[in-house]
């Protein structure tokens, strides 16, 4: 497989976003089984849960240099590998405390392959002069989709989340490695100096408006990945596999979107697409919160994943392309400043499910979709204006 991306350098991207959501998702369709392991109820899983999105906020304080100082092929050989060994870490442990310090370690690899993937997607969107980010990202759900199929499929005839977690592990380490060794990370869109060294980046007027335009997809998002198994066990007490194809199914049907996604944003523009999709954001999580049946409640799932799928790639590409800091600096602050609603989701969502019901938890989304609809303006500032 040696030079297998020397000339395509888009094929290159698709599978790195694949394969960091492949390990990536490996632990969500199992977190079902994990709070059975660890003895805890929802609270408290979410309050373990929350090790992954402090290592992710942490780290992209500096992951902006940590991707200027090191190459693409070695963050993708190093940072997946150690992704998915954090959480055959985690699988081990009985204490929501120690769980959730593990979970620090794999937060820290997704903070800076997540940075890693984006500038890489958009260096070769400029390289080609089309839009490729939606697809890119396509193929993050379709990873994702694969992952929570195989995690329910573990779950269901009985297989260990370690033992499931080790083979995974195995896996995507050596199929990493190998596509990968030796690729050539495209250039820069823009020549730019490094700024001066900073703990915080501090997003500018316009990186701040696109954080308030996606926080509502990740919040949906996050509140799908974390918690659309559990979800589908305790209302509707369904057998693992249907718990887990929840989460399969939110993954597929935001992976079709994005696929296709670009050709209707170069059409209609980015506005008009995102407004309609954060209508079917909208219509999800009212059939999530109101479902009477599970197959309602899997209906509005796919709506959440197919309405959530365009937003957070549109919001990347708008801030790598934003001229008023460097590429690296925008995409960590849009990052940094988004993923802090994933720092704050899981220990919220848990405490509201365990006191007041999982239906209440999906209802919170609400609000911040409302500011997502009032924030649409934010995609179409004339500096991103380079499509």
């Not at 193929?139 to 989340?161: D, E, L, N, T, V």
């Not at 008023?324 to 969502?349: D, G, H, I, R, Y």
């Amino acid at each position: 497989m040696k030079d297998y991306f020397r000339n395509k350098p888009k094929d290159a991207v698709f599978v790195s976003f694949f394969l960091y959501a492949f390990s990536l998702g490996t632990l969500f369709p199992r977190l079902g089984d994990l709070q059975i392991q660890m003895n805890i109820d929802k609270a408290t899983l979410g309050f373990a849960l929350i090790g992954l999105p402090l290592g992710v906020q942490l780290t992209l304080l500096f992951a902006d240099r940590i991707v200027r100082k090191f190459n693409f092929r070695l963050i993708l050989t190093i940072g997946i590998p150690l992704l998915s060994i954090s959480q055959c870490f985690a699988a081990l442990m009985q204490s929501p405390y120690l769980f959730a310090g593990i979970l620090i370690i794999g937060g820290a690899s997704i903070a800076v392959i997540e940075v890693a993937v984006n500038l890489e997607a958009d260096r070769v969107e400029a390289f080609l002069g089309k839009r490729i980010m939606n697809r890119s990202h396509a193929y993050w759900s379709f990873g994702f989709f694969g992952a929570g199929i195989i995690g329910a499929g573990f779950s269901q005839i009985g297989i260990s989340p370690f033992l499931h977690f080790v083979a995974i592990t195995l896996f995507i380490s050596i199929i990493t490695n190998l596509l990968f060794l030796d690729y050539i990370a495209a250039k820069p869109r823009r020549q730019s100096f490094p700024p001066q060294k900073k703990v915080f980046v501090w997003p500018s007027k316009s990186i701040f408006f696109l954080v308030l335009f996606s926080l509502s997809a990740m919040l949906v998002e996050g509140a799908s990945i974390d918690w659309s198994v559990i979800f589908m066990r305790d209302i509707f007490n369904t057998v693992p596999l249907i718990s887990g194809f929840s989460l399969a199914l939110a993954a597929i049907a935001q992976g079709f979107i994005r696929y296709f996604a670009d050709q209707f944003v170069d059409q209609y523009g980015p506005e008009k697409v995102s407004f309609y999709s954060l209508i079917a954001m909208v219509l999800g999580v009212a059939f999530v919160v109101f479902s009477p049946n599970p197959v309602i409640a899997l209906l509005g799932f796919l709506l959440m994943g197919g309405g959530s799928a365009v937003i957070f790639p549109l919001a990347m590409s708008a801030a790598a392309r934003d001229s008023e800091k460097t590429p690296e600096e925008n995409v960590a602050s849009l990052a940094q400043f988004v993923f802090v609603v994933f720092l704050l989701a899981p220990p919220l969502l848990g405490f509201i499910g365990e006191y007041f019901g999982l239906r209440w938890s999906f209802a919170l989304a609400f609000p911040f979709l409302m500011i997502s609809l009032l924030s649409i303006s934010a995609l179409n500032m004339k500096k991103n204006k380079n499509f």
